[in-house]
C-alpha cells in the first residue's frame, strides 16, 4: 500500500481538496492510514510539504512546489502507461463536473459510446448547478455554460447555448401569452440558477433592445428544478433552450416572445489550471466537443424554426 507511486496520488489529493478525510475516502484507506503514508512521504522527502491545523490542510511553499511536479510526474506515468498498452484503451478515474442539468439532458443520454469504448475507465460525474472548484474537487474537466471567472484554466469553447422564455399551454391559457417584454412584469416568473445573478431579463428585436427588471415568484437553485416548475404551470422560466429542448418538442413547453432574442452562453469544456491533463480528460474533451456540434445545433434548429412559424403566422 505505501509504495511512491501511490504515497504521489494521495498527496496530491490532499493537497487539492484540503482534506485528509475527503482524500482517504476517494483513495479507499482510513484517515489514520492516509495520515501515516503522507507523513512517510514527507520523512523521504525530507521537509514538511503541509500545514495541518484543526480547520484546514494546507499546502507549504515547499508543498506547493512539489505538488507540480508531483503531478507532472503522475501525469507522464498515465501518458506512458497508455501509450505502452497500443490499444487507445483509458484506465483510470475520469472526474467530470457539470451542472445537473447539462448532465440529464446532455451528457449521460451520449456518454454510452465513450464509456464503451473503454470499459476499464470509471467515470464519476460531480453535479452541481453552482460553479464546482475544480481544484479543490479534483476535477479532471469540466463542462462550463457561460463566463469563466478562472482565466488561468484550459478552456475550449464547444458550442452555443441560446435563452429563451417558455411556459406551459395551461399557464398561458389561465394567465394570458404576452406580446411584449413591459408584459411579463403581470406574469408569474420562474428563475432558475442561470438567471439568479441577474437583475433583468434583456430583449433584442430589430436592431433594438429593452430590459425588464425580474422579480421571480418561483426562484429555484436547480435548472432541472426551474424546468419541472414550468412545465407545472407554475409561470415562464427564461432559460437555456438545451435545458428544456425536449419539453419544447414534446409542446409540454412552448416558447414566449418568440420574436424577441435573449442572447446565448458559450459552452466551454475546461481543463483545471496548475497541472498537466489527463490522458483520459483530453479524450473526452475532443469526445463531447465532437458531439455536442450535432446536439447544440437542435436547440438552434428549434429557435430557428419557431421564429419561422412565428414570422409566418404574422403574415396570415
Not at 407545472?232 to 419539453?247: H, R, T
Amino acid at each position: 500500500m505505501n509504495d511512491r507511486f501511490f504515497s504521489l496520488q494521495l498527496f496530491t489529493r490532499v493537497a487539492r481538496t484540503g482534506s485528509f478525510s475527503a482524500a482517504s475516502r476517494d483513495m479507499g484507506i482510513s484517515q489514520p492510514t492516509a495520515s501515516r503514508i503522507v507523513a512517510s512521504l514527507e520523512k523521504q522527502v525530507g521537509v514538511a510539504l503541509l500545514t495541518r491545523t484543526t480547520r484546514a490542510v494546507t499546502v507549504t511553499e515547499a508543498g506547493a512546489e512539489y505538488l507540480a511536479r508531483a503531478e507532472e510526474i503522475l501525469s507522464a506515468l498515465d501518458e506512458a502507461d497508455h501509450a505502452a498498452r497500443g490499444t487507445g484503451e483509458l484506465r483510470g478515474i475520469l472526474r467530470i463536473a457539470c451542472s445537473t442539468s447539462f448532465a440529464v439532458r446532455t451528457l449521460v443520454p451520449r456518454i454510452s459510446r465513450f464509456a464503451n469504448h473503454h470499459p476499464a475507465l470509471r467515470i464519476e460525474f460531480i453535479l452541481n448547478d453552482e460553479k464546482q472548484d475544480l481544484v479543490g474537487d479534483a476535477v479532471d474537466v469540466a463542462l462550463r455554460v457561460g463566463s469563466l471567472p478562472d482565466s488561468s484554466a484550459v478552456a475550449r469553447r464547444i458550442g452555443t447555448v441560446h435563452r429563451t422564455l417558455a411556459a406551459s399551454p395551461a399557464y398561458l391559457a389561465k394567465a394570458g401569452t404576452p406580446t411584449e417584454p413591459a408584459e411579463l412584469t403581470k406574469h408569474s416568473l420562474i428563475v432558475g440558477p442561470a438567471a439568479r445573478s441577474t437583475e433583468a431579463w434583456v430583449f433584442k428585436k430589430n436592431g433594438k433592445s429593452t430590459s425588464i427588471r425580474i422579480e421571480g415568484r418561483f426562484i429555484l437553485t436547480g435548472g432541472e428544478g426551474a424546468t419541472a416548475a414550468a412545465v407545472a404551470g407554475l409561470g415562464i422560466i427564461s432559460a437555456g433552450v438545451l435545458g428544456m429542448l425536449k419539453e419544447l418538442r414534446s409542446g409540454e413547453l412552448v416558447r414566449v416572445l418568440p420574436d424577441w432574442e435573449m442572447g446565448s452562453a458559450d459552452v466551454h469544456v475546461v481543463l483545471p489550471s496548475g497541472r498537466a491533463a489527463k490522458t483520459s480528460a483530453r479524450a473526452f474533451a475532443n469526445f463531447v466537443a465532437a458531439d455536442f456540434d450535432h446536439y447544440g445545433d437542435a436547440g438552434a434548429c428549434l429557435i430557428a424554426g419557431t421564429k419561422k412559424t412565428a414570422t409566418a403566422k404574422a403574415r396570415a
